[in-house]
C-alpha cells in the first residue's frame, strides 16, 4: 500500500517523560558530548539550547529520534548535532547525511550543526574498523555562538547548513586521515566521497533528488522486512510519503495500515522480546511517527482520500505489568489524548 499525504502545520504537546536534563556551560562541550546523548547548554545567564546528538547520520541507527524527542518540550533554542558523515573503517559501515534528515529537522523546529569526528579509538575486536568516534567540538561551539545571535528560524539556518557540507566534508575526510596514520586502521576511498559530495553539492535540488532516492529505497526495502522488535499481526506494512512546505519528501512505513470506511489506520509497531512493554527510547522512536502522523490529517491512496487515525502499537512479553510499565503507559496515554492519535497496548487501547 502507497499512501501520500501533506502536512501543512505541525502541532504537538509533549508531555511523556519529559526529561531532567544534565546541564553544562559551553566550555565542558567535550564533556557534555562524553557523558549525555540529550543535555541544557548554558552559555550566558540569557542563552541556553537543548542539545542532542547522532552517532551516526544514518536515521535508524543508535535512536537519533529518541534524542531529538527528549528535547523537543523545550520551548527555547533546540539543537541537533549531526556528523556529515561516518566511516567506521574498512571492516565497518560508510553513512551518509541525507537531506530528508535536515529537513525533518526544520519542521520539527530543530537547529541542526553539521559536523564531522575527529578523533578515535581502534577497535579491539575488528582489524580495520574504529570506535567512540568523538566530534570536533571546538569546531561545534564556534557555530552554536553564532547560533545565539541568529534570529530567523531554523528553516533558514539549516539550509544554511547544507550549504557548508563540502567545506565539512574535506574536513572529516582529512580527520579521518590522520585517524588511519594514528591508529593503522584503513578506512574506505577518500575518491568516492569526494566525488560522492561534489555531485550532490553541486546543486542542491541534486542533493535533495538523490537524498530522496536513497531514502525511496531504504523505504521499499523495510516494507517488506518484519524487524524482530515489530509484532505484528496482520503483516500489513505500507509506504507513507509525506511531503511539506520546506520542500521535504520524508519516506517512512507503516508497520500495519488499516482501510476502514473512510478512515486510514496508521500503526506504528514497537515490541520487546524480554520485557513487558517496549524500552523508552524505543516508545519516543515511535512518537516521532506519532508527531507526523497526528498532523496528518488527510491521506491519499490511489486518488482516494481517507482520514487518518495514528495507533502506537506496543507488545512485550506477557509477565505482568510493573509498577513503572503503568506509569509509562498512563503517561503514554495522556499525551497520546492530548494529540488525537491511540496507544495500543496488548491488544487494548489505554
Given amino acids: ?73 523545550y520551548a527555547g533554542k533546540r539543537v541537533t548535532v549531526i556528523p556529515v558523515y561516518k566511516d567506521e573503517g574498512k571492516d565497518g559501515d560508510r553513512d551518509f547525511l541525507q537531506w ?23 577497535s579491539i575486536r575488528y582489524k580495520n574498523k574504529i570506535t567512540n568516534q568523538r566530534f570536533d567540538t571546538e569546531y561545534i561551539a564556534s557555530e552554536i555562538k553564532r547560533l545565539v545571535s541568529y534570529q530567523s528560524d531554523p528553516l533558514h539556518w539549516n539550509l544554511e547548513q547544507v550549504d557548508k557540507i563540502i567545506d565539512l566534508t574535506k574536513k572529516a575526510v582529512g580527520a579521518y586521515r590522520k585517524i588511519s596514520d594514528e591508529t593503522g586502521v584503513i578506512m574506505h576511498s577518500e575518491k568516492n566521497i569526494l566525488k560522492k559530495i561534489d555531485y550532490l553539492m553541486q546543486y542542491k535540488e541534486n542533493f535533495m533528488l538523490s537524498s530522496r532516492k536513497l531514502a525511496r529505497a ?35 512505513t507503516a508497520d500495519e495500515a488499516v482501510v476502514k470506511n473512510n478512515l486510514l489506520y496508521l500503526i506504528e509497531a514497537k515490541h520487546s522480546s524480554n520485557s513487558t512493554i517496549p524500552s523508552i527510547d524505543d516508545i519516543k522512536d515511535g512518537l516521532i ?46 499525551e497520546a489524548e492530548i494529540n488525537g492519535f491511540i496507544i495500543e497496548y496488548d491488544g487494548g487501547v489505554l
Fill in 1 to 73: 500500500m502507497d499512501i501520500w499525504g501533506e502536512i501543512q502545520s505541525l502541532k504537538y504537546t509533549q508531555t511523556f517523560e519529559n526529561k531532567k536534563f544534565n546541564e553544562y556551560d559551553l566550555s565542558n562541550l567535550k564533556e557534555a558530548f562524553e557523558n549525555d546523548t540529550s543535555f541544557m547548554l548554558y552559555l550566558d545567564d540569557i542563552n541556553k539550547f537543548a542539545v542532542s546528538w547522532w552517532v551516526s547520520p544514518k536515521r535508524t541507527r543508535s535512536y537519533p529520534y529518541a534524542r531529538v524527542y527528549n528535547t523537543l518540550a
Fill in 100 to 122: 530528508d534528515t535536515i529537513s525533518l529537522m526544520s519542521l520539527l523546529g530543530v537547529n541542526v550543526i553539521i559536523s564531522y569526528y575527529e578523533n578515535a579509538d581502534k
Fill in 218 to 252: 531504504a523505504q521499499k526495502r523495510e516494507v517488506v522486512t518484519v524487524q524482530p522488535k515489530e509484532k505484528i499481526y496482520a503483516n500489513l506494512k505500507a509506504s507513507v510519503t509525506i511531503t511539506n512546505f520546506l520542500g521535504g519528501n520524508y519516506c517512512f
Fill in 289 to 334: 511517527k506519532m508527531i507526523l502522523f497526528s498532523n496528518l490529517k488527510v491521506a491519499t491512496i490511489e486518488g482516494e482520500d481517507y482520514r487518518i487515525i495514528p495507533i502506537l502499537k506496543l507488545t512485550g512479553q506477557n509477565n505482568g505489568l510493573t509498577y513503572k510499565d503503568k506509569i509509562i503507559l498512563t503517561s503514554l496515554g495522556e
